[in-house]
């Protein structure tokens, strides 16, 4: 491939990456299996994101990304107890990488990737450790590099088009996840990141309230809007009021998510779905899952993608990064004969990659070296400007307003997949919790003189039950049948301790010891505001 | 670490404490669950592609002041479409019905308006109820003596539209990331490009539509056959340039009309009526480059579908009116996209596979 060779046209290539999950806290058990899932990430894909990038300034590159953290993952990485538990989240994993090694049964090649894994947990840990557990400080220091452009999201990741009818309930997704993102970075954030890119029109006018800028949004929103402009996915669009948008670049996420052709796909790279736990019987092995009471990923992959008869090959770290690195040339090339397709006179375009930040590291495996190789190649071809635009670069502008379609970037570029036979029957009650709520507050406002701290105490726990049991994830999982048991729990969970703490407040009777431990249990957003959930838009 | 955080310990917590106090205020979650039963839901599009719901749900407290956007009782049962059975859904039936099935995104939306319906649809009551009662050929509204209202779709019928699904979106299985369902996303179709919704405050507060009005009556009923010119009219403007249209999408979606009963036809009126409107009017502009404006087998062909579609009487009925504005029809048929959709945001919650 002589991508490098080619001249272009200059453009900007902007990654916007989407790092969340839903808040998972259980402080209750020892060992809770889906707090694993912070933990992996964590492994996979949040520090070896933030090494490559700090790798990259430290060389001196030009490059800047949009990263979005959204204020359940800040608040899971900030919390102590699950800081503790991923440490020995990782020394367990070392303890079986040491066992493995030692196994004279193990085969070779699975003895030296159970090296090449050990390798990387430890690494983890020392940097972990390192910056004293801090990973959001390592992020707000690369935003103030001008390296990450952090943004965030709502407060539990609710998709904002289905509380329409509520709308108190969008302002106080967005506010208040625009709060928990200042208390934790510091960082007034221009950007949104719409939850699942799913937008309804009128939404901008939340989007301006709640103190953004910009925001992102599905092809299909821009594409569809009006007036319909062409080329507009690939500028900086903007609406009556002045809320700008992006609109998510169709080819990248072709070449990157394609079931067919997509580069994770490769047969080179590491296969994501076969874990040594799945039939290892090793006492290390069984002892770890012994902790969750049921089978589990590890997270020690040794297989590729690649199969020969029928049975998957050992991964070949080496070769897999030759491939990432040969995709990232790839990649590279076809952005330029993009940029040289869109350009016209006096005009520059914007590309924008939006992924979700677990795709590099977790899912796809190679991604942060396919990430580093594409910035590294960005900076010597110079022809493309990695990063947003400000928002005054004129020639990216779109001096037209629009309004955009509805649209996510979910199935069909529809709500159906939040919004189905098999999870529909969460927003009758959420609606009703949240009306619930709104008449507790009226009515102790109007009735009290003053707010007792017990009281005050008790309806913030109520506001983060509700809006915890928002959180689009549940519906999500509900609707795939992946962990669908502990999401129904989850929505459910939070909906009764609403329904507790709203019981409570009525009876005048608040147990101290059971607000105490939802306190605990749901040890989120300490500063809630419970006035924005009644806010009228 | 770098913040102190609480610890169940430091407040003379056990975590067993901590276990027994989860398990018994999650008891409280069965006061809510009759809620499921009362629930009534609407759903409003937004546009071609997109569904949103908008739920209203009535409390035991309930009053009018809390629930006044309840008038409408729109029930909306959503078949999975990899599935051949109805999932449980709440429900407000009523002493007249509407009932129509739509083909959206993959799913097979079915209503009923009515009210006082005091049971949920299950698979369960559907099947022994209505499986029998309703078929694609006979559609009749239920007597108003409000009884349970429970409509189905014969299973072949839907096996019939799943297909369609299948010929019309390329759901490729999923291949090495293991994405459980890959999404492929669908344009608005180009013809209905400004085309405007109504907007959603308008659309809550629509009134019923004429109870005493019978649906189920095929005699005002267009005849079929005769959407081919239409579609005759719609090649004519896809040869134009003007429009692009997979002629392969769009010929399927013309023998899906050709051979369904009067009332499915219903729900495809209102995508005939207001793209033969816009292509009326793109044919016969006299400023289109590519009008045939003078074309006289064109004029006769127009005249020929306006009379047998008997637009106008359709378009006061206010049932149609009605659906027409809470549900635009989806376009997918028109033009599927390959391109590929990203799985949404939580690519981690697939590790658990004893679950």
């Known amino acids: 491939m002589d991508s490098e060779t080619i001249t272009s046209n200059k453009g900007y290539l902007s990654f916007v990456l989407h790092a969340h999950l839903p808040f998972i806290n259980h402080p209750e058990y020892d060992y809770f299996f889906e707090e694993n899932w912070l933990f992996q990430a964590i492994t996979e894909s949040y520090i070896p994101t933030l090494q490559l990038l700090e790798r990259l300034e430290k060389e001196g590159l030009d490059f800047s990304i949009v990263y979005s953290l959204s204020p359940t993952l800040l608040s899971m990485l900030d919390n102590s107890g699950l800081q503790e538990r991923y440490l020995r989240h990782l020394d367990n994993l070392l303890l079986i990488c040491e066992a493995e090694i030692k196994d004279p049964k193990v085969p070779e090649e699975q003895v030296a990737l159970s090296k090449y894994y050990k390798t990387q947990f430890e690494n983890c840990r020392a940097y972990f450790v390192q910056y004293k557990a801090n990973l959001i400080g390592r992020f707000v220091r690369l935003h103030k590099n001008k390296k990450l452009e952090l943004i965030t999201t709502t407060a539990t990741h609710a998709v904002l088009p289905l509380y329409n009818s509520i709308p108190e309930t969008i302002l106080a997704q967005l506010k208040v996840g625009k709060i928990v993102f200042e208390k934790f970075t510091g960082i007034d954030p221009e950007g949104l990141w719409l939850p699942e890119c799913a937008y309804c029109k009128g939404l901008e006018d939340f989007i301006k309230k709640a103190g953004y800028k910009y925001t992102f949004l599905d092809t299909t929103s821009i594409e569809f809007a009006s007036p319909n402009i062409e080329n507009n996915i690939y500028r900086i669009t903007q609406a009556k009021n002045g809320v700008q948008f992006m609109a998510r670049d169709p080819e990248s996420s072709h070449q990157v998510w394609s079931a067919e052709t997509g580069y994770p796909s490769d047969s080179d790279y590491r296969e994501y779905h076969k874990d040594l736990a799945d039939d290892s019987d090793s006492p290390q092995i069984q002892q770890y899952i012994g902790y969750f009471r049921h089978r589990c990923q590890s997270g020690l992959k040794y297989w590729s993608v690649a199969e020969k008869n029928g049975k998957k090959l050992f991964y070949d770290p080496q070769k897999a990064s030759i491939k990432a690195k040969y995709h990232a040339r790839e990649f590279m090339l076809d952005k330029r004969n993009q940029l040289r397709n869109l350009h016209q006179k006096d005009q520059e375009f914007l590309i924008t990659a939006p992924f979700d930040a677990e795709l590099f590291g977790h899912w796809w495996h190679e991604g942060p070296i396919w990430l580093e190789e594409v910035i590294r190649i960005a900076n010597r071809q110079g022809d493309f400007t990695l990063g947003k635009p400000s928002s005054s670069e004129s020639s990216v502008n779109c001096s037209v307003e629009i309004q955009p379609e509805g649209a996510t970037w979910g199935k069909n570029s529809s709500l159906e997949h939040w919004v189905n036979p098999t999870n529909d029957w969460i927003y009758p009650q959420l609606f009703q919790a949240v009306r619930q709520f709104q008449k507790i507050l009226l009515t102790q406002f109007q009735t009290e003189e003053v707010i007792s701290d017990e009281l005050d105490r008790t309806l913030k726990q109520a506001a983060r039950s509700l809006l915890l049991a928002q959180s689009s994830d549940w519906a999500f999982m509900i609707r795939t049948g992946s962990s669908q048991k502990y999401a129904f729990k989850r929505v459910k969970d939070s909906l009764a301790r609403f329904n507790f703490l709203a019981h409570s407040i009525q009876n005048k009777d608040i147990p101290k010891r059971k607000l105490l431990a939802l306190e605990i249990m749901d040890d989120i957003f300490p500063e809630i505001d419970y006035h924005l959930l009644s806010q009228t838009p | ?355």
């Open chain 2, 1 to 355: 670490m770098s913040k102190k955080l609480k610890k169940s310990d430091e407040y003379h917590l056990s975590q067993k404490e901590l276990r027994s106090i989860d398990e018994e205020i999650a008891s409280f979650a069965s006061e809510k669950e009759t809620c499921l039963e009362e629930a009534h839901i609407d759903i409003i599009p937004i546009k071609e592609s997109q569904v949103l719901a908008f739920w209203n749900c009535e409390s035991e407290q309930s009053n009018e002041q809390d629930f006044s956007e309840c008038d409408q009782k729109l029930v909306v049962s959503l078949l999975d479409n990899d599935k051949d059975n109805r999932m449980d859904m709440p429900v407000h039936g009523g002493s007249k019905h509407m009932y129509f099935d739509l083909w959206q995104s993959g799913l097979l939306v079915e209503a009923i308006l009515g009210e006082n319906n005091p049971k949920p649809l299950s698979s369960e009551n559907l099947n022994s109820d209505f499986n029998g009662a309703l078929n694609s050929q006979n559609f009749k509204p239920l007597a108003s003596s409000g009884q349970q209202s429970t409509f189905s779709r014969n299973p072949k019928e839907i096996s019939k539209l799943e297909d369609f699904t299948k010929l019309v979106v390329t759901n490729e299985p999923e291949q090495g990331l293991g994405v459980s369902e890959r999404s492929v996303p669908i344009k608005p179709p180009s013809l209905r490009i400004g085309h405007s919704p109504e907007p959603i405050q308008k659309l809550k507060t629509q009134q019923h539509p004429d109870e005493n009005r019978d649906y189920s009556s095929s005699e005002n009923m267009p005849n079929l056959p005769l959407y081919w010119e239409l579609e005759g009219v719609i090649a004519a403007i896809q040869f134009s340039g003007k429009m692009k249209l997979p002629n392969n999408n769009l010929s399927f979606f013309g023998q899906e009309i050709n051979k369904t009963s009067a009332h499915e036809f219903l729900y495809f009126y209102p995508i005939l009526q207001e793209e033969f409107e816009k292509i009326k009017a793109t044919l016969l502009d006299p400023l289109n480059t590519h009008s045939l404006s003078n074309s006289e087998s064109l004029h006769a062909s127009i005249s020929n579908i306006e009379s047998i579609l008997h637009f106008q009487d359709l378009r006061d009925a206010q049932v149609l009116d009605t659906y027409l504005k809470r549900i635009q029809y989806p376009y997918q048929f028109l033009k599927p996209l390959s391109l590929p959709i990203p799985p949404p945001t939580y690519l981690i919650h697939g590790f658990r596979d004893n679950n």
